[in-house]
């Protein structure tokens, strides 16, 4: 068996993303929400906010705003192709802010495809022809 070959996801980041990132406003975004929801996720814990919380178009929204307000003009065609980066970042962020960094990880990387990838080959490490990697 030869190792496959997997693409990141972070080849083909959003450049909408990337000038929000570059103004602070998705950090800022995640630390306001954590902030002002503190007790309500505090009390909701890590493992139920892991698996039930959604970052909610109506948070995109104010997110949009956010950026336009720090002079990034909105890209929504970009937001909605890469929506899911959008959601799953700043869900992890939101929970650094809570529960600390070892909380972004586990949310951040359930999008990495290689590490997904990596993590399943590991059953398959005898079978794998190392000569052809």
Known sequence: MTAPKFA????GISRYFNELFAVNVI?????????ENK???????????????EVSDGMLKQLVAMGQREKVKPDLRD????????????????????WGNQSFYPIFNETNEVLQQA???????????????
């Open 79 to 98: 937001l909605e192709k890469n929506k899911r980066l959008f959601q799953v970042y700043l869900k992890a962020e939101i929970a650094r802010r809570i």
């Open 39 to 53: 007790s309500k996720l505090t009390g909701q814990g890590f493992p139920d906010y892991l698996k039930k919380f």
């Open 119 to 133: 993590v399943k080959m590991f059953d398959k490490v005898p079978e794998l022809d190392r000569t052809k990697m």
């Open 8 to 11: 990141s996801l972070s080849q």
């Open 27 to 35: 950090r800022e975004f995640a630390f306001n929400y954590a902030e």
